[in-house]
């Protein structure tokens, strides 16, 4: 299965927002919208992602004081993308690797959606599971 097919059944929706949202900003959307990561985008350009994780690194090394900050400051900019043509076992292997839980998906520099292992590991089950059901079919025509 390919990115493309797991963004046109969850839809393309992408919480975005800008680097200079403050970190107490940042964790109400988090909140507020049920997910654990938001692109931050400069203009037209991803110039970052702020998950939970990035959140509570902050606020371990910084305190309280962190939350009036701009998210640009934990951010993580080295941003990895999924491209619409991957598949979902390539994208489950990179997360894995690289401790990954989301992956803003582009084409060419346009942000186009965005998958997390959640997504992938709902759409591999599903394919495990409708092989056997064609095997224990196959077995019981047999």
Same mark, same amino acid.
């Given at each position: 299965m390919l990115v493309s097919q797991i963004?046109?059944?969850?839809?393309? #929706?992408?919480?975005?927002?800008?680097p200079n949202e403050t970190v107490s900003a940042i964790c109400a959307l988090l909140?507020?919208?049920r997910v654990g990561a938001m692109?931050?985008?400069?203009g037209d350009r991803v110039a970052g992602i702020v998950s939970e994780r990035d959140v509570v690194r902050v606020m371990a090394e910084q305190g309280a004081s962190a939350l009036n900050q701009p998210v640009s400051g934990c951010m993580t900019r080295d941003v990895v993308f999924a491209e619409p043509n991957e598949t979902v076992n390539s994208l489950l292997s990179r997360m894995t690797d690289r401790r990954l839980r989301h992956l803003p998906v582009c084409e060419g520099e346009r942000l =186009?959606? =965005?998958v997390s292992i959640g997504d992938l590991v709902k759409h591999k089950i599903s394919e495990? $599971? !409708? $092989? !056997?059901?064609? #095997?224990?079919a196959y077995i019981a025509a047999g």
């Open positions: 963004l046109k059944a969850k839809g393309d #929706l992408v919480f975005t927002a800008t909140h507020s919208r692109i931050i985008m400069d =186009i959606g =965005i495990v $599971e !409708a $092989e !056997a059901d064609g #095997l224990k």
